[in-house]
């Protein structure tokens, strides 16, 4: 627990405190989350808040927002603080249009502005005009003009007069987060901000904070977000709270050291636990003082040795079907809605144990081509071939359907009381959910009493204990919590079978796939070789053309400038892209018939034939792949 000789309750005197949280509690029937948390928030810190799904980080942060109210304890916000909470569910009014929603804001800047905006169209009265032209003047609101734009452009909000009621859960979350940055706070508060926006959009994000002077506390599992926007992150952990002041990577390395030094501790008072439980054993009834010291000393020595850590890890050998040589084919597949294309003409053959995630803005189709490849959609053209051995294992963004009175076990009993692993062994559905962090007492609670992440983590163990050898995974990492994150890693990294991820988790994408399909829009979709953060280093290198929006908002008069930044000749760059397919071609073949010298059991005259076979194509992958660094190098001169 944090006292007050800890650094993060110690207000800094060159930063003004914004808000102090003292000694709250917060229960639920029996349930206790956390009791007697004191911390406070100043002015510049960035904090983000770690901690296990269901152990009160959403509580916190309803109390923090006055949503609700703490059993006992007070928080207390500095007089006049500007505190703009961004929730994971909006409270928007239905009846009225984006454009409304934003300009109903009490920011005063944004008033000017609306008042601005209704003068354009109608230029005749001058009066009315001239008089709103010169309080944009006199409010310096020119700039935040900009912002405004800039903002509802970055986060596809560019329909002003489309209705609240009529947009996706998605568009309400981004519209919530553009009206809470619009509000210009002085302290924002955030539950899970990335969910919902794309990587384009998670990375601007990051920039706007990294430049504006916003004091920051948030949730978010999103770990590339609080390595590159968070200066401390504060865990909740066990019912104590400790404070890091560093970023991610920071935290990551003093809480291993933390537990660490938690496990040698725990160690040391379980042998002297032993050593005084035979001292208490041989004692006779009558008690000296200093006995009876020594006894009441003997009690919190027993609880120090009887504490242990819940980090359980997921180690499973599920009993999966062994994958063919022939997996999923996919023959120039095609699909459009309305004049909208998606993809065109899409071909590419899986191969076992290929880990592939898939990337790309809201809107260009990911969902759709998952749901072609398991047969939940038929293409407009083109076919999809599946062998005979695959099953699939399909995680969905629907998440699980709950049904009354159900209870966690109840869910994993419809797959059997026990579950078949390797080698003729098997686990009970108790021990199953153990692995998957829910405790005895847990897996008897009511499924719809479970909050977010905790039914996301349950749907995650229904998908997986069925055994699949294709698993697919829709935004598997959305509402889970950071523990739960590394729990599944860890299966993941250990899984034989092929894996196909959607994410926008840089941090999980990087760890967990090795090759990408980028869906660019307009029917477009690349197949890239490498991880995203590999992917990032390309495509920043890689002129672009600017789109309608960021050419108007461009600085004028640097066109001559910014053309001369573009270090590869038109044909230099229509090669270097090709080079890229030709790359990611060839690796795919070298691989396939590398795997068929293993399973196709040829004689020693077509292994010689084939072997000149691979040879060749190392021979140009090595060529292709030395011409790609040179430009590659032309481009970062």
């Avoid at 508060?189 to 990294?210: C, G, V, Y």
Wanted: glycine share 6%.
């Amino acid at each position: 627990m944090l006292d007050a000789q800890n650094p993060f309750i110690l207000q800094e005197i060159a930063h003004m405190n914004y808000l102090s949280v003292e000694n709250i509690a917060k229960s639920y029937g029996e349930r206790v989350l956390f009791e007697n948390i004191s911390f406070g928030i100043n002015q510049g810190q960035k904090i983000g808040f770690v901690a296990k799904n269901g152990t009160g980080k959403t509580s916190l942060l309803n109390i923090l927002s006055g949503k609700d109210t703490p059993d006992s304890g007070i928080v207390t916000f500095r007089k006049n603080l500007n505190v703009a909470f961004l929730s994971q569910e909006p409270n928007l009014k239905a009846e009225l249009t984006v454009e409304e929603t934003i300009f109903s804001s009490s920011t005063p800047v944004l008033k000017v502005i609306e008042a601005y905006e209704k003068a354009l169209l109608h230029p005749e009265e001058t009066d009315s005009y001239q008089k709103a032209f010169d309080a944009m003047d006199a409010n310096n609101a020119w700039d935040f003009e900009t912002t405004y734009k800039q903002i509802l452009f970055k986060l596809k909000l560019d329909n002003l007069s489309q209705k609240v009621a009529s947009l996706s859960g998605g568009q309400k979350k981004r519209l919530a987060l553009a009206n809470a940055l619009l509000a210009q706070p002085d302290l924002l508060i955030m539950d899970e901000p990335t969910n919902h926006l794309d990587l384009e959009m998670i990375e601007w994000l990051e920039a706007f904070f990294a430049k504006e002077s916003i004091t920051l506390f948030m949730v978010t599992h999103d770990r590339y977000f609080l390595e590159r926007v968070c200066n401390e992150i504060v865990e909740l952990d066990a019912g104590n709270l400790y404070s890091y002041k560093g970023n991610y990577s920071y935290y990551l390395e003093k809480r291993d050291a933390r537990i660490e030094n938690f496990e040698t501790e725990t160690a040391k008072a379980k042998q002297l636990y032993k050593k005084e439980l035979d001292w208490m054993r041989r004692q006779p009834k009558a008690r000296t003082t200093k006995s009876k010291s020594r006894i009441d000393d003997f009690h919190e020595i027993k609880s120090r040795a009887h504490q242990r850590r819940n980090d359980h890890e997921v180690q499973l050998e599920l009993n999966m079907e062994r994958l063919g040589t022939k997996v999923v084919e996919l023959h120039g597949i095609s699909k459009s809605y309305d004049e909208k294309e998606l993809f065109q003409k899409f071909t590419y053959n899986f191969l076992r144990g290929e880990r592939i995630g898939i990337i790309g803005k809201n809107g260009t189709g990911k969902s759709t081509f998952l749901n072609i490849l398991t047969g939940g959609l038929v293409p407009d053209s083109g076919k999809v071939v599946i062998g005979d051995t695959v099953k699939f294992g399909y995680y969905t963004q629907r998440g699980i359907t709950i049904k009354e009175g159900q209870k966690v076990i109840d869910v994993i009993r419809e797959f059997g009381d026990y579950i078949p692993l390797k080698k003729g062994r098997q686990i009970s559905a108790q021990q199953l959910l153990e692995r998957f962090l829910f405790d005895r007492k847990k897996q008897y609670d009511f499924v719809d009493k479970l909050s977010g992440g905790e039914r996301k983590r349950l749907y995650l163990c229904t998908v997986l204990i069925q055994n699949p050898n294709f698993l697919i995974l829709d935004e598997p990492t959305n509402d889970l919590d950071i523990v739960t994150l590394n729990v599944l890693e860890s299966f993941l990294l250990d899984f034989p079978g092929c894996l196909l991820v959607v994410s926008h988790d840089r941090y999980f994408m990087d760890k967990i796939v090795d090759h990408l399909f980028v869906f660019r829009g307009g029917g477009v979709i690349n197949d890239f070789p490498g991880n995203y953060t590999d992917f990032r280093a390309y495509d920043d290198s890689t002129p672009k053309e600017k789109t309608v929006a960021e050419t108007e908002t461009a600085p004028k008069g640097n066109w001559k400038e910014n053309s001369n930044k573009t270090k590869l000749s038109y044909n230099e760059q229509k090669e270097f892209q090709k080079l890229e397919r030709d790359i990611a071609k060839l690796e795919r073949e070298r691989s396939a018939l590398q795997e068929k010298f293993a399973t196709e059991g040829w004689d020693t005259e077509e292994i010689n034939k084939q072997s000149l076979v691979l040879q060749e194509m190392i021979t140009q992958l090595d060529e292709k792949e030395e011409r790609w660094f040179e430009l590659s190098a032309k481009l970062e001169g």
